[in-house]
């Protein structure tokens, strides 16, 4: 495929220079280039200086993705191949360990291919493609993945079109299909996993060490709520590790069967734990009213819902959130707030949790703080890649 000679604006030169790899919409001196997604880019200064080599595609987040600054590197086979082969080696501990079978593998531009997850799933791999340019490598990708590693077969989620939400399809891709659920395991606990039902598959990768935190260190003799809850998956480290009794609380109906199906594929009794389909907040004035208190209190919402009556979102209405939250957990007690919206920074995140404990009129303490692991790669010079924020509060 010919390349598009694309013209980047002075002022940006630098930025991609010092290797960010994001093609941001205004930093493009000829848009009228730019046809098909998926065309391969050259990119270039001003001066003709060479910047990087790329492709165009459009993502709520920019219009492309530089994926090599080296001049004499082309996008073709290879250059998947060895991206991939890199990002397994760096996991090979993860690949290693017996008791964590679900992991990422490939993480966007973290791993040099901006644009495209891999998640692994017990011998299945799914690929997240992020815009329509991307996909366009597919067949590129899987000849990648059948070249330089094993697996049982490969699913994916189209997650363009529709500002990144999922266009739903048969996700089955090569190798063999799936008896699902599968069985993946965390730090020893079973997960069942569904990689060909929607754009969810039961489990949130990167919140792995909150999970395992929560039932090491605070979970024992504990009532925990785990609100904004979906399958369960903090309630079911949370009775692993010894809580008297927890308690999700998630809107949607298949919340509730998906849940009990996570206590069950663990051993545990899901009827000496409540699981409430429920919108939070309905269950928050329910709690106040019925003078219900917690010893820890997960908050895992969704950046941005809308639910019948209002919408939620985590820059206008996560310090409300916690306010409500501090009125139900006990003196001593934990709350674990989370959030990965790209719009509250770690800073203004601990500046809401510090005003909703003032505007409470109660006193905390920070007690630990968690980013994405090690297999969620950051590329240093895109740190908006690092999105997760989570904050073990204690109020004291
Ligand atoms: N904490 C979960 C992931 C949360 S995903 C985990 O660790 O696996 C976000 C969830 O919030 C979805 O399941 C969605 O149904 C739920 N949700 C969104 N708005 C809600 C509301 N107002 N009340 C209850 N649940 C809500």
Known sequence: MTEIRLKIKQRFANTFKSGSPLILKEAIGNLDKLKEEGSLLYLEDEKGDFLGRGYYGRQNKGFGWVLTQKPNEQ???????????????????????????????????????????????????????????????????????????????????????????????????????????????????????????????????????????????????????????????????????????????????RSYEKTIEQFSVNGLDYEAHDIIVQDVFDYYKFSVKKGFTFDVVILDPPSFARSKKKTFSAEKDYKDLLKQTIAITEKKGVIVASTNAAKVSRKKFKHFIDAAFKESGEKYKLLEEHSLPADFAVAPQFPDGDYLKVVFIQKV
Do not use: C
């Not at 531009?109 to 998640?119: P, Q, R, Y």
């Not at 009532?223 to 480290?237: D, E, H, K």
């Not at 009775?239 to 949607?252: C, H, N, Q, R, Y």
């Open 75 to 253: 996008i073709n086979q290879r250059f998947f191949e060895h991206r991939i082969s890199k990002a397994l080696t760096k996991r090979s501990a993860f690949f290693e360990d017996v008791n964590t079978t679900a992991f990422r593998v490939l993480n966007g531009e973290g791993d040099g291919i901006g644009g495209l997850t891999i998640d692994y799933f017990d011998g299945y791999f799914l690929l997240n493609w992020y815009s329509e340019g991307i996909y366009t490598f597919k067949e590129q990708v899987v000849a990648a993945l059948k070249k330089v590693t094993a697996f049982k077969g490969i699913y994916e989620k189209k997650r363009f079109n529709t500002g990144g939400k999922y266009i739903d399809d048969d996700d089955f891709v090569a190798g063999e299909r799936g008896d699902f659920p599968i069985l993946v395991k965390e730090n020893g606990v079973n997960f069942a996993v569904y990689l060909n039902d929607g754009a969810m598959v039961g489990v949130f990768l990167d919140q792995r060490e909150v999970r395992r935190s929560i039932r090491d260190k605070y979970a024992n003799g504990k009532r925990v709520l785990n609100t904004f809850s979906y399958t369960g998956a903090f309630s079911i480290f949370a009775a692993i590790g010894g809580a008297e009794k927890t308690t999700s609380v998630d809107l949607a109906n």
